[in-house]
């Protein structure tokens, strides 16, 4: 079955340092890729998201990088700032053509961004 | 910018009631999602609704479990025997075609 998961549980990263989160995921024919970010008491915020066709998308001081040779996903959070603290999740769908259907989740990776 | 809505905030039912739990998706989204979070696990599917039917469901949303779109605004998840176990945060989401899924910010359903 799909399975998608974290390196790492948390992520300490000082105020103006870029940060990086990974995940690996299992399902080679996963086609679409999400990343979101959940701030405490709050549902999954959409961050970036990256079809299997593609291997970087950038957006405002994000990046998401795909590396499907080796079934990783990467979050680059560029100066990072405190209000990017919160946990944030991989989700992954598999190859249906299209955004739609179940999402699978990652179990999330707590970022603490110290002054 | 247009959020999805859930109420309310936090349920606390006793165990074997029937609880409702609703969502106001995205106005011009045409695909919904039901997912649960227990506290310190991942996000997992309950369940997703197109054109009035369910498309999809996984193996928690068993015959305890219902949803419906009662109107062209809401969508609701109802438990009809709540237990222990389904204690958890309730997250509602929306797409629109080949958009991401949006969520709102879930329902603390607690059950005593």
């Known amino acids: 079955g799909e399975s998608v998961g974290l390196h790492l549980p948390t992520l300490s990263v000082q105020e103006g340092d870029n940060s990086i989160i990974n995940c690996a995921y299992s399902?080679?024919?996963?086609?679409?890729f999400i990343w979101y970010k959940q701030e405490s008491g709050k549902g999954p915020q959409f961050i970036i998201d990256i079809r299997s066709n593609m291997d970087k998308r950038q957006g405002q001081r994000v990046t998401v990088l795909l590396n499907k040779t080796v079934k990783h996903l990467s979050l680059q959070i560029a100066a990072t700032q405190p209000g990017d603290s919160a946990v944030y999740f991989c989700?992954?769908?598999?190859?249906?053509?299209?955004?739609?259907?179940?999402?699978?989740f990652g179990r999330g990776t707590q970022l603490t961004v110290w002054p | 910018e247009p959020e999805v809505t859930q109420t309310p905030s936090h349920q606390v039912t006793q165990m074997g009631q029937e609880v409702i739990l609703r969502c106001v998706p995205i106005?011009?989204?045409?695909?919904f999602y039901w997912y649960r979070q227990i506290l310190g696990q991942k996000v997992e599917f309950l369940v997703s609704f197109y054109n009035n039917e369910i498309s999809e469901k996984s193996e928690i949303f068993d015959d305890q479990f219902s949803v419906e779109r009662p109107d062209g605004s809401n969508f609701t998840l109802k438990i009809r025997s709540t237990k222990l176990e389904d204690s958890a945060m309730y997250f509602c989401?929306?797409?629109?075609?080949?958009?991401?899924?949006?969520f709102g910010d879930g329902t603390r359903l607690s059950i005593l």
């Open positions: 106005s011009n989204h045409l695909y």
């Open positions: 989700a992954e769908l598999p190859d249906r053509g299209s955004t739609l259907g179940r999402l699978y």
């Open positions: 399902n080679s024919a996963s086609d679409y």
């Open positions: 989401a929306s797409s629109g075609i080949n958009q991401p899924q949006h």
